[in-house]
């Protein structure tokens, strides 16, 4: 079943009614949408980027690249940090525009003195930086957050390059957008399961708990991972760093609990300190028959960039098809709305 059915589109098309994976597939457009801003250059000694989920996440990937001069933080809380003032950059980003941890963030935010940018499809934080006149990005609408990633990254981008952050980035990611489709390519439904990574890697996740690993270069590619799991496959998944990992969950996997139902995944780049190189070969042997052998994902590309969006985009895939496979439909996620109506 598992393998004719990931080859069968007619059953891809039925499982997956909103069409998760055409989406997923034209992911390298979000790297040439426009942004305007009509900021001046100007020195902060701080940046904070409020956001949950996969707002968070290109602000994520913007740590690791192009990464900043200047003390960069991200706020995944109702309460921000105690240094925001005059001399911040504080962005607010939430794809509905109604997450409360990040409404109340920039409530505290305008207390402040702090530069504000606001990045949201809608709702309520584009009102509120209607009213204050607060510089704000509007991203595509009608997506689920954790599908537009891309597009809030550009944003992000166009922030830094607006105010002398960085130079020239958000042009240097739309220049990938190519690059990218050519990846996407090797992963689409009607590429054959003995040719496609994507559906190889996913007929190891299904039914698992997914556990995914990487460098500091790849760490925002591995949380991506895991959301894609959490949200698409509506199944259990974690990640963590090396070498943190060493410093304690190395241990976790050597005695209990003996049953291991899991699937690991290594994302590794070729990118990553040396020392970082060899954990990842030391633990694999050292942990040899006490842990399932991980699956190595050796990230694609000469530049960190490259190997940032191939590697996420992947994931993407992995697990919508491990999804499909499980037969649940990857595009909606009714008990976090049912969260949120409960919350208010």
């Not at 059915?5 to 994976?21: N, T, V």
């Not at 989920?53 to 990464?67: E, F, I, M, N």
């Not at 704000?136 to 990633?149: A, C, D, E, N």
């Amino acid at each position: 079943m598992g393998n004719s059915m990931l080859d069968d589109l007619q059953k891809i098309h039925e499982r997956d009614p909103q069409d998760a994976l055409g989406i997923a597939e034209k992911q390298w457009q979000q790297l040439e949408q426009q942004f305007e801003l009509a900021v001046e250059p100007r020195q902060f000694s701080n940046l904070v980027l409020a956001g949950m989920g996969g707002s968070a996440l290109s602000a994520a990937v913007a740590q690791a690249w192009p990464g900043l001069d200047v003390p960069f933080e991200i706020c995944r809380r109702y309460d921000i940090p105690r240094y925001v003032g005059a001399d911040t950059l504080f962005i607010a980003s939430s794809y509905s525009g109604n997450t409360e941890e990040t409404v109340s963030a920039l409530e505290q935010a305008a207390q402040t003195g702090a530069t504000i940018v606001v990045i949201s499809a809608g709702g309520k934080l584009e009102e509120m930086a209607s009213i204050a006149g607060y510089t704000y990005l509007k991203l595509p609408g009608g997506f689920q957050p954790r599908h537009v990633v891309f597009a809030s990254l550009k944003a992000v981008l166009c922030i830094f390059d607006a105010y002398g952050l960085t130079q020239n980035k958000a042009n240097e990611l739309a220049a990938m957008a190519g690059k990218l489709q050519e990846y996407l390519q090797l992963w689409t439904p009607s590429v054959a399961t003995k040719d496609n990574l994507a559906k190889q890697i996913a007929l190891e996740c299904m039914g698992k708990s997914v556990v995914m690993y990487a460098g500091p270069k790849l760490a925002a590619a591995a949380y991506k991972w895991k959301i894609s799991f959490n949200e698409n496959a509506k199944q259990i998944a974690w990640w963590n760093e090396y070498s943190e990992f060493n410093h304690n969950e190395f241990m976790g996997w050597t005695e209990q609990p003996q049953q291991k139902p899991y699937t690991v995944i290594d994302l590794r780049s070729s990118l990553e300190h040396p020392q970082i190189q060899k954990r990842f070969e030391i633990s694999e042997r050292l942990l040899s028959g006490k842990r399932p052998a991980p699956i190595v994902v050796a990230a694609e590309g000469d530049t960190l960039l490259e190997q940032l969006l191939s590697t996420i985009a992947l994931g993407d895939f992995v697990s919508l098809y491990t999804a499909l496979l499980s037969g649940v439909n990857p595009t909606p996620v009714a008990l976090i709305e049912r969260l949120k109506t409960e919350l208010v």
